[in-house]
């Protein structure tokens, strides 16, 4: 599978996710309260790969280490993101210690999604864009 490339907004963050998200990936959508105000948006669209395989080829991205108090895992999480732009770039969770969860807009999001998790706390308006059985009120273990 071929390495993959991405950026944040302004360019000053590039990042390479070495073989890929493989043939078979699919995205996953979190609608968690802290995704909801980072991304400035309903969700999260994200991917999950391993840490070891996410190599950042340029620039130096910034960590926010979120309270505990903040996160609805009960898990601390850092999130990480470009300090010009403010593009979110990724978020380590130490519930996931091997994973990031990586943001699919960097990547032109064309994943589709396998999983919807903390949906809860969608919007009631909201539609699913998975099957009943692919969502989740609370973090999905990958």
Excluded at 80 to 95: K, M, V
Excluded at 101 to 124: C, V
Aim: proline share 6%.
């Amino acid at each position: 599978m071929a390495d993959v490339e991405g950026s944040c907004h302004c360019g000053a963050i590039k990042v390479r996710v070495i073989g890929g998200f493989g043939e078979k990936a699919k995205a996953g959508v979190c609608h968690c309260k802290q995704c909801q105000v980072l991304a400035g948006s309903l969700f999260s669209y994200l991917g999950f790969v391993k840490r070891e395989n996410v190599k950042v080829l340029q620039g130096e991205p910034k960590g926010y280490k979120q309270p505990l108090s903040a996160a609805q895992s009960g898990k601390p999480i850092t999130r990480y993101f470009c300090g010009d732009c403010g593009t979110p770039l990724w978020a380590a969770a130490d519930s996931a210690p091997d994973t990031y969860s990586i943001k699919l807009a960097m990547f032109g999001n064309n994943l589709p999604p396998a999983m919807e998790i903390y949906w809860k706390y969608a919007q009631t308006w909201e539609k699913p864009m998975v099957p009943s059985e692919a969502l989740f009120d609370r973090w999905y273990e990958t």
